[in-house]
Nanobody
Framework: VQLVESGGGSVQAGGSLRLSCVGSERTFSFITMAWFRQHPGEDREFVAAITWSGALTWYATSVKDRFTISRDNDKSILYLQMNSLKVEDTAVYYC????????????????????WGQGTQVTVSS
C-alpha cells in the first residue's frame, strides 16, 4: 500500500491540526493502520492505531484524550485529529499500514507495520 500524508504545519500551543493519510489500494480497507512520530535524533514512537473497521483504537499515553484516530474506508483515508497541541508534539508524523504478519498484541511496535508514508512535519510553538 502506498501512503501519502498531508496536513502538517506550524501551530501555536493549544491549537489543532488534522493529518490525513491516503492509501493507494483497496486493501487499505482491511488493514490495521497507525500513526507514529519521530522527534529529531530519536527513534519513531507510537502515537495511535485503529483496526480495519474502526471498532478498536489505541493511543499512546502522551496523546490520549487529545488526539483522535479515525478512518474512511470508502475513501481510503486515515486521519489523526490533534487538539490541545503541545510543544513536545513537534515531530515528523508517519502513517503506517500493518503487514500480513500483524499481531494485534504488538500494535505499538514499528515491526508490525510494513508500509509507511513519507512523513509530514508538525511544529508546535509556545
Amino acid at each position: 500500500v502506498q501512503l501519502v500524508e498531508s496536513g502538517g504545519g506550524s501551530v501555536q500551543a493549544g491549537g489543532s491540526l488534522r493529518l490525513s493519510c491516503v492509501g493507494s489500494e483497496r486493501t487499505f480497507s482491511f488493514i490495521t493502520m497507525a500513526w507514529f512520530r519521530q522527534h529529531p535524533g530519536e527513534d519513531r514512537e507510537f502515537v495511535a492505531a485503529i483496526t480495519w473497521s474502526g471498532a478498536l483504537t489505541w493511543y499512546a499515553t502522551s496523546v490520549k484524550d487529545r488526539f483522535t484516530i479515525s478512518r474512511d474506508n470508502d475513501k481510503s483515508i486515515l486521519y489523526l485529529q490533534m487538539n490541545s497541541l503541545k510543544v513536545e508534539d513537534t515531530a515528523v508524523y508517519y502513517c503506517a499500514a500493518a503487514g500480513s504478519y500483524y499481531n494485534p498484541t504488538y500494535y505499538s511496535s514499528q515491526n508490525q507495520y510494513r508500509d509507511w508514508g513519507q512523513g509530514t512535519q508538525v511544529t508546535v510553538s509556545s
